[in-house]
């Protein structure tokens, strides 16, 4: 099993940036691509940007040019930094690692931007 805990959601003015932080722990060698997905209110969930073990990146395109994900393996933990933000890039932003069987979800955390 792995566990996943989310930090650095919040409120933010349009224009500013937010850095999002994802600690895995547990069964940590089992994880291949980790990523960022996010939903909004009445929306889908959707995938943000992903990373795998070897820094393969892969974004959205409604984010390239202005997120970053990154990864920490040593630390087990993955990052998104999130510039020029836009009252569009609310939502509730989850951290997700895929294992060789499971997939793993974390809490979610919460972006507002205001405008």
């Known amino acids: 099993q792995v566990q996943l805990v989310e930090s650095g959601g919040g409120l933010v003015q349009a224009g500013g940036s937010l850095r999002l932080s994802c600690a895995a722990s547990g069964s940590t060698r089992s994880i291949r691509t980790m990523g960022w997905h996010r939903q909004a209110p009445g929306k889908q969930r959707e995938l943000v940007a992903s990373i795998s073990r070897s820094s393969n990146t892969n974004y959205a395109d409604s984010v390239k040019g202005r997120f970053t994900i990154s990864r920490d393996n040593g630390k087990n933990t993955v990052y998104l930094q999130m510039d020029n933000l836009t009252p569009e890039d609310t939502a509730v932003y989850y951290c997700?690692?895929?294992?060789?069987?499971?997939?793993?979800w974390g809490q979610g955390t919460q972006v507002t931007v205001s405008s």
């Open positions: 997700n690692a895929e294992g060789w069987i499971n997939d793993y």
